[in-house]
């Protein structure tokens, strides 16, 4: 009844709209420096976790007028298939370093069990995963000549390029 009511109020660019608003997306993107080097685990079957810290930073300007920093840690994790070429791990092992500018694509993603003594613990974090077009781009590191620059994902990653998992 609604929808019927806007529809013949505003016509079809009104569904559209609407259409568009009901599949609204868990995106993350975040662009900033690494705060250490990247921490990686290897799994029974293979694939292999990467955890980088991720600090952005912003600001405020406060009631005084005066412009105060403000910078915020972010957790990004990804786990890379076994399948992947070896030159994708050596290209994060050597280059997600403290300092190293990076740009990641993802979905927030909380976690949530009890520990050992039974105390609830929950954890908030970036995940990116490849399949569903996330992205870390590595834009430059201390590991890096500058002529070198970051080399490009699509090169080494044996996995379907973003814009071909994008439904519309």
Known sequence: MFLSAIVKYLGAIAVIQLA??????NVTMLTGN???????????NGNTKYVISL????GYTDSNGIWVDQTEWHRVETIVSAKATKKLHNHYAKNLVKGAKVA???M???????????VAQRKSYVAVEYSN???IEIQSSPAMNVSQGATPEEEIV????????VPF
């Open 20 to 25: 568009q608003w009901s599949n609204i997306m």
């Open 34 to 44: 690494l705060g250490q080097n990247v921490e990686s685990s290897t799994f029974s």
């Open 55 to 58: 600090a952005t930073s912003g």
């Open 104 to 106: 990641v694509k993802g």
């Open 108 to 118: 927030n993603r909380t976690s949530k069990w009890n520990d050992a003594q039974g």
């Open 133 to 135: 077009g996330g992205v």
């Open 158 to 165: 044996t996995q379907p390029k973003p814009e071909e998992t």
